[in-house]
């Protein structure tokens, strides 16, 4: 199945479970103001006009959930995710997004039902029914919530194994080691190292359509290798070593920084990955190799910069 | 059976010789009654509360606009991280299971104390000493304490944060937890041996359910957290390598055993304020908390989950086992959705007053569900890998503490404010501050999503121009201000009950349910010169509104409000104080055993 009948398949999941939900939630309550007769009203005619709205609604809704998953969901303000992984990461995004925000329209107007409908009268100090449960509506408000977060789960698992996946030949490996306050990229087998500091931001340079491993690891205290438009970071950490492949989709540069607190210039930590053609990939590798531009420093030694340096002192916006 | 019990002859105030006890200052130093120990938690906390918005208020001044140099990168990272220290450890617990529930548990179960007094005196002095060393740091050469309220190792060692500033925050932390770790032995022994004749469990308020089973998680996670800063603080002077490999120890354990602590933290932080919240609803709603035991059961269960859930804060550090705390962090909705659906529940077709404390409960369940809802998408593990450490988790956890601490927690401040002082807080002056408060929450944390979401970290000192990150971050700030103006009105409200007060009757909210409603406000030195009958989990209402309909259980039942089929009526006739109860003499009756026979 492609990926995008895979989300379609999510929504359409969701958003069936939260029209029987919504039906039930349309039913069960005015159940509510007739409990003492529940059980004689339940075959009366009383009971059909609910019955039949919460069919309608429950029609509804599952309609509007064809349509939408049919459709494009929007972004919610997320990054499109410039990796596979991260656009994996993306469509799961708008799936459980949407999950929220009907959840969330939902219970809200339960909230503001209750507070505008039920507001006391000034002069009224009559009494209110006494009801103190529902055991079967409880029971029912227990299992939906259960069911929809086994669906989500189930989403997330699918999605997590994509990005998680590691390929066992990649055609490019990079160790990455972050330290107190930079990063080093290590072309392994290809004798290139980028190393940069808070005064030169150092630059990864990546084919873009291929898979490439990353090994990343950290020579002092714990850092986050972190690229907001792949929608992905994971920890660099002194003693684990975490290996994660990026395939990036579209040429471009990518800035990223350290996500986790590590010291003093951690707002300075900040790098970018650059993603050019694969053809052109051999041309820079040659090139990196020979020159050494100010950030690129091949082979240097790992020398974090004394904490006393002031920092941004490079203009350089990657 | 109990029925003589209750009807023992009442035992007037007057009578007591405790009552020539010291006054003043020195009352506040000595005394071990836990309504005393409860005003001081509060205050403490409170200070502690002002103090940690104030330094927020700082930290969004910097981050008006880019580059900022208001403060430097290092007074932002001692900012931020006793921004977070104050509010977690010594604001939200201490206000809770400190300040409220040690005020209000003895109340509501009967009793006329904590069960330790002594050990809840302790319990504060070490808390204000906690309070006292964590601030000292800022006078200390090397600052405060900068690593974070996380404190991840191998940051935190002697190596990367040298200096005195880091280990008197570990002290802190250290007496903070021990004092956390009393008060909760306190508690969960007053609620289990010193309940009243006919308090049985199931007719506890659901406060106390909450703070019972929030001491419980206290005993599981402070004891991990005090070992833990005792293994830190080993390595960073006694030459131990626990958390650093040169050595050969494993920094991850940090972070395992820091969030062993730190997510049943967060529901020891939840839990009360819930507990708030469902005793406010149905006092404003004139109704009884809908689906009683469906409550109770979904707090132990949230409870239970909250043990095995630490490592979603570890989703990136690639060394957990992600569907296993997935599906643990996403089953926590389950018994939070039956919590939401039983406070709907509680107010469906009730005769809702708007006052300031349900204003506040209700602001409660509307900032805690986006807070809830954003915590859902969290769980997933590669969406937590697209936002972990952004300021999109900044505002997810912003949004449920503040809905908790603050919107419930204060909440329950103007609740039993009366209750405390005697007086009430004004009405106009509090719903401005509920106002001013809600329209600032918002403002500060969309924002922050927005934020997360195009990639800003959080703790970072600064950002440059041109990301795209000013406008939003200008937008926080002014709401971040608008939130700090609105305990401008709070400050007012207090000043002004203070030197202009109205008495609060008995019962200020007219339809009190739990006990604490029945006695005189403040409660008499040994609490209780009387109870009511105790036949229901709100014997305050049943003993003043027999007029109100029958109670209607599982949509069949109907119970008579105030007793039992099968025990003794005390006459409606004998009026309030007929049925009096010899307990306010501070004898331990045992409560155990006493089943009076009626419908439970």
Not at chain 2, 105 to 121: C, E, S, T
Not at chain 2, 532 to 561: L, M
Request: aromatic content about 14%; some cysteine; proline content about 8%.
């Amino acid at each position: 199945m492609d990926p995008k009948g895979k989300v379609r398949l999510s929504s359409t999941l969701y958003l069936t479970f939260l029209a029987a939900r919504f039906s039930f939630v349309t039913a069960e309550p005015e159940d509510l103001t007739v409990p003492s007769e529940r059980g004689s009203a339940r075959n009366s005619a009383i009971s059909k006009p609910h019955r039949s709205r919460g069919a309608l609604a429950l029609a509804a809704l599952v309609g509007a959930g064809v349509l939408l998953a049919g459709c494009n969901l929007p972004a919610y303000g997320a990054h499109h995710g410039s990796t596979t992984q991260g656009h994996d990461t993306f469509k799961l995004w708008q799936g459980d997004v949407t999950a929220a925000i009907v959840v969330g329209l939902i219970v809200y107007g339960l909230i503001f039902w209750s507070v505008f409908r039920y507001r006391r009268k000034r002069s009224d100090n009559s009494m209110p029914r006494q009801f103190h449960d529902h055991p079967k509506l409880e029971i029912v408000y227990t299992i939906i919530p259960l069911i929809m977060v086994l669906v989500i789960f189930y989403f997330a698992v699918l999605t997590e194994n994509n990005v998680d996946a590691v390929s066992s030949h990649p055609d490019l490996t990079v160790k990455v080691t972050a330290f107190q306050w930079g990063w080093k990229f290590h072309y392994l087998g290809k004798g290139v190292e980028v190393i940069g500091n808070t005064q030169h931001y150092p630059q990864m340079v990546l084919p873009v359509d291929q898979p490439v491993k990353i090994i990343l690891v950290s020579a002092d205290v714990v850092h986050g290798f972190y690229v907001p438009k792949f929608d992905f970071s994971r920890y660099a950490q002194p003693g684990v070593v975490n290996l994660f492949d990026l395939n990036v989709r579209h040429v471009g540069v990518y800035r990223g920084q350290c996500s986790e607190f590590c010291g003093l210039y951690h707002s300075e930590m900040i790098f970018s990955v650059k993603a050019i053609p694969d053809s052109q990939f051999p041309a820079w590798l040659a090139q990196a190799r020979t020159t050494s531009p100010s950030h690129l420093l091949p082979g240097a030694p790992v020398t974090p910069v004394p904490p006393n340096v002031t920092p941004r002192l490079s203009t350089q916006v990657p | 059976m109990t029925i003589q019990q209750e009807r023992v002859e009442v035992l007037l105030p007057e009578e007591h010789p405790h009552h020539a006890e010291p006054t003043g200052l020195l009352k506040w130093m000595t005394s071990t009654d836990h309504k005393v120990i409860g005003k001081n938690y509060l205050y403490t906390s409170i200070a502690m509360f002002l103090l940690a918005g104030l330094m927020a208020l700082v930290m969004r001044s910097q981050l008006v606009e880019p580059d900022n140099t208001l403060v430097s990168f290092q007074q932002y990272n001692e900012l931020f991280t006793m921004h977070g220290s104050l509010m977690l450890y010594l604001f939200a617990g201490p206000f809770a299971f400190g300040g409220l529930a040690n005020f209000i548990i003895p109340l509501q179960v009967g009793a006329p104390d904590m069960a330790f007094p002594r050990l809840n005196a302790l319990s504060y002095w070490l808390y204000l000493s906690g309070c006292i060393i964590m601030l000292g740091g800022f006078f200390t050469t090397g600052g405060a304490a900068d690593f974070g309220w996380v404190s991840y190792a191998p940051l935190s060692e002697a190596t990367n944060s040298p200096g005195a500033g880091p280990d008197m925050w570990i002290l802190a932390i250290l007496l903070t937890g021990f004092s956390a770790i009393f008060t909760a032995v306190n508690l969960i022994t007053t609620i289990f041996y010193l309940r009243a004749p006919g308090m049985t469990m199931f007719r506890m308020p659901i406060f106390t359910w909450g703070m019972l089973v929030t001491g419980i998680l206290i005993l599981l996670a402070f004891p991990v957290l005090s070992a833990a800063m005792v293994m830190l603080f080993a390595d960073r002077h006694f030459g131990t390598h626990i958390f650093t490999v040169q050595g050969g120890g494993v920094p991850v354990l940090w972070q395992n055993l820091f969030w062993f602590f730190g997510h049943p933290e967060v529901y020891i932080l939840a839990l009360p304020y819930f507990g708030v919240v469902t005793e406010i609803l149905p006092v404003f709603s004139k109704k009884p908390v809908f689906g009683y035991k469906g409550m109770v059961f979904a707090t132990i269960a949230i409870a239970g989950l909250s043990t095995s859930v630490w490592a979603h804060h570890m989703f990136t550090t690639g060394v957990v086992l992600l569907p296993f705390f997935s599906l643990m962090s996403y089953l926590i909705a389950v018994p939070t959705g039956i919590k939401f659906f039983n406070w709907i529940g509680t107010m469906w077709r009730g005769h809702l007053s708007f006052k300031t404390p349900m204003l506040f409960a209700i602001g409660f369940l509307i900032v805690f569900l986006t807070g809830g809802l954003s915590g859902i998408l969290l769980a997933s593990p590669p969406i937590d890998f697209a936002v972990h450490d952004t300021y999109f988790v900044v505002a997810h956890f912003h949004q449920v503490l503040v809905g908790t601490a603050v919107f419930a927690g204060f909440g329950g401040f103007y609740y039993w404010y009366p209750k405390m002082t005697g007086r009430m807080m004004r009405e106009p002056l509090g719903k401005a501050h509920f106002w001013t408060l809600m329209v600032g929450f918002w403002l500060t944390y969309v924002p922050m999503y927005a934020l997360g979401l195009i990639g800003m970290p959080r703790r970072e000192a600064t950002y440059p121009a041109g990301l795209g990150w000013t406008l939003w971050n200008q937008i926080s700030t002014v709401g971040a201000f608008l939130m700090g103006a609105s305990f401008i009105f709070w400050l007012v409200n207090i000043w002004i009950s203070w030197r202009n007060p109205i008495p609060a009757g008995s019962d200020p909210w007219e339809y009190g349910q739990s006990l604490e409603w029945f006695t005189t406000s403040p409660p008499p030195h040994h609490n209780y010169n009387k109870l009511p009958p105790i036949r229901s989990e709100r014997p305050t209402w049943d003993y003043y509104h027999p007029e109100a309909p029958k109670v209607e259980r599982n949509g069949k039942q109907v119970i008579p409000a105030l007793v039992g089929a099968s025990s003794g009526s005390p006459d409606a006739s004998n009026g309030p104080g007929a049925a009096g109860n010899g307990r306010s003499g501070g004898g331990s009756n045992p409560p155990e055993g006493h089943e009076d026979g009626g419908p439970s």
